[in-house]
């Protein structure tokens, strides 16, 4: 008797937890993250407040925190070399839309400048890094700093070197060597911009293979950020409450200090989003084209519906393009070439999440940044966000370009993977939406904006 209750009472917990499992599976990504988000928070509480498993969290769990962000660190060289390379040659297209093309070209680069621009008013006027305390600024730098001695000595060469280093560090002497470290990824931007530029001139037969590798190579780093993302709640849970275990000790109030400054560093980024749509695209909708605010974002609601739950610009695309040809008139032969290219280069939250991130970062560790240091941001996170694939997660990847050319440990990733998720959902949002703005205004501007002939959506 006593036997079959227990077999009976297997059975049912096995069917329970099939179900649960199942359950777990049915749950979107971002879902799954976020629970991990929460139940690495529950747990790093717990374990600095019992004091019973700040050991287990250290050794045991924070590792695979680790593991994730070297994962992300690993894809980054080849994600650029595949993808610049793919979205520069296919950029063929512009000698015969040179016009179109480099009015596309010159709106992107212009938008996503005021995008990183906006971001960088917002964080240094709120300073969300510094909602932390001096105490545990201070501790926060002395966990990442392995480089950090090193950092310092390379900005002092920096400083020294004159105005135009930064031309001359951009410039690769040896490409395996640029491959071979972290620090050095503008310089493999330049290598795959310049490879790219070139294969446009090269004949057909040769281009067409080459370009055919680059974009299948492309492709299969694509599947591998896929992958990665699977296991982002793993790493989540694991580097949240690493972190709040490493930098609590056993005073709960200093986690919860960590968890406001988090807090405030959202609220800065979404801020900069909400600016950059409101104040920018409307106000380029109103100059440029006769489209209605109330039109425009009723025409492209299931566009950026479809952007917040996948977080990706690629994914989003097939969308983007018929929102905006049927219900916003934009003509067929606009909207294939400019929301393509739009799709893999223009990323104005994408940059704007940058330049907030990277200064959120300096903040909490304490460094200061120089005016010469936040013009650099706008440089190499109008360059990151061109070169950041459109799916999920690439726009951090990329961050680590703009955190190596000022100087701030890539390590300080770690305190902002946490949110980033539900931040990637909201600035892939802006990202579609900055796609669909120029689309309507390189239409209106070839008098091929077919407003009559809006569907209502
Ligand atoms: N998820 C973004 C996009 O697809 C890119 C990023 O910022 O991670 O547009």
């Given at each position: 008797m006593f036997y079959f209750n227990i077999s009976l009472l297997l059975r049912i917990n096995s069917a329970t937890a099939n179900r649960a499992a199942t359950h777990m599976k049915k749950l979107p990504l971002h879902t799954l993250i976020l629970l991990a988000l929460l139940a690495g928070l529950i747990w790093g509480l717990i374990s600095i407040s019992t004091g019973i498993s700040p050991q287990i969290t250290t050794h045991y769990i924070k590792p695979f925190g680790t593991i994730f962000v070297n994962l992300l660190k690993l894809i980054a060289i080849p994600l650029i070399l595949a993808s610049l390379i793919t979205g520069v040659a296919s950029l063929s297209d512009v000698k015969k839309l040179s016009r179109i093309g480099g009015k596309t070209i010159g709106i992107y680069i212009l938008t996503t400048v005021v995008a990183i621009a906006i971001g960088l008013v917002c964080v240094n006027i709120i300073r969300p890094g510094e909602k932390l305390t001096g105490e545990m600024r201070q501790e926060l730098m002395s966990s990442f700093n392995t480089n950090i001695e090193k950092n310092a000595t390379t900005a002092d060469d920096f400083k020294k070197s004159g105005p135009l280093q930064f031309l001359v560090d951009m410039v690769p002497s040896n490409l395996i060597t640029a491959c071979s470290d972290n620090r050095l990824m503008l310089q493999v931007v330049f290598f795959s911009v310049l490879f790219g530029v070139a294969l446009i001139g090269v004949a057909q037969d040769k281009r067409l293979p080459v370009v055919n590798f680059f974009s299948g190579v492309n492709e299969v780093i694509l599947r591998m950020i896929d992958f990665i993302m699977k296991i982002a709640p793993i790493g989540v849970f694991a580097l949240i409450s690493g972190l709040i275990v490493e930098v609590a000790g056993?005073?709960?109030?200093?986690?919860?200090?960590?968890?406001?400054?988090?807090?405030?560093?959202?609220?800065?980024?979404?801020?900069?989003?909400?600016?950059?749509?409101?104040?920018?695209?409307?106000?380029?909708?109103?100059?440029?084209?006769?489209?209605?605010?109330?039109?425009?974002?009723?025409?492209?609601?299931?566009?950026?519906?479809?952007?917040?739950?996948?977080?990706?610009?690629?994914?989003?695309?097939?969308?983007?393009?018929?929102?905006?040809?049927?219900?916003?008139?934009?003509?067929?032969?606009?909207?294939s070439f400019v929301l393509p290219l739009g799709a893999t280069i223009n990323m104005d939250g994408t940059s704007l999440y940058q330049g907030v991130a990277a200064v959120f970062i300096a903040q909490a560790l304490n460094m200061d940044l120089t005016f010469a240091d936040q013009l650099m941001i706008v440089l190499t996170a109008t360059l990151a966000s061109i070169g950041a694939a459109g799916v999920p997660g690439a726009g951090m990847v990329m961050l680590v370009i703009v955190l190596e050319a000022i100087h701030v440990p890539i390590e300080g990733i770690a305190l902002i993977v946490a949110v980033d998720r539900i931040l990637d959902m909201c600035r892939t949002v802006v990202n579609v939406t900055g796609d669909a703005v120029v689309a309507c205004m390189i239409s209106k501007s070839e008098d091929r904006l077919n407003l009559s002939g809006q569907v209502s959506s």
């Open positions: 056993d005073n709960p109030s200093r986690a919860i200090n960590l968890l406001t400054a988090l807090l405030w560093y959202s609220m800065t980024v979404l801020l900069g989003l909400l600016l950059h749509i409101f104040l920018v695209y409307l106000s380029l909708l109103r100059f440029f084209t006769k489209i209605k605010p109330g039109d425009f974002f009723k025409g492209i609601r299931p566009v950026q519906l479809l952007a917040f739950s996948t977080s990706s610009s690629s994914a989003t695309l097939p969308v983007t393009m018929e929102c905006t040809e049927k219900n916003l008139g934009v003509s067929e032969e606009i909207s």
